[in-house]
């Protein structure tokens, strides 16, 4: 299967924090399943560094290439996620999370998240 990762899921999945629950990190780690992040992921992380809204355990250079030498897939944005997202209900505001879901809806994936509010949609998704 397809998982696309949410942001806090990347970061606590390289964390390895006990926030997420062992069914996701088992998920993550069968061989079986292909774990992607879309790139918005990595500018979230970024900004909110940025403006001290977010602390990693480690930092941004370390998270890029624990990423980049691991079998994660970022996903650049593509027009048909961008085309999507017009089509999504204001059910959740943030752009970010916005973007997530229309891609996950677009490529056919499921979401690996705790956000309520993507639930909501009409997009697989567990935790």
């Given at each position: 299967m397809k998982y696309l990762l949410d942001t806090h899921?990347?970061?606590w999945l390289i964390e390895d924090s006990p926030k997420m629950p062992?069914?996701?990190k088992d998920i993550c780690r069968d061989?079986?399943?292909q774990i992607f992040i879309s790139s918005i992921s990595l500018w979230e992380i970024a900004i909110k560094m940025s403006l001290d809204k977010l602390s990693l355990n480690i930092e941004l250079y370390e998270l890029l290439?624990?990423?980049?030498?691991?079998?994660?897939?970022v996903l650049?944005?593509?027009?048909d996620y961008l085309e999507k997202i017009l089509s999504l209900p204001f059910v959740?505001?943030?752009?970010?999370?916005?973007?997530?879901?229309a891609t996950a809806i677009t490529e056919n994936m499921?979401?690996?998240t705790i956000d309520d509010d993507i639930q909501k949609y009409d997009v697989?998704?567990?935790?």
């Open positions: 899921a990347i970061i062992a069914k996701v061989p079986n399943n290439s624990i990423i980049q030498n691991s079998d994660i897939v650049q944005i593509k027009d959740h505001k943030d752009p970010f999370d916005r973007l997530i879901i499921t979401i690996i697989y998704w567990v935790w």
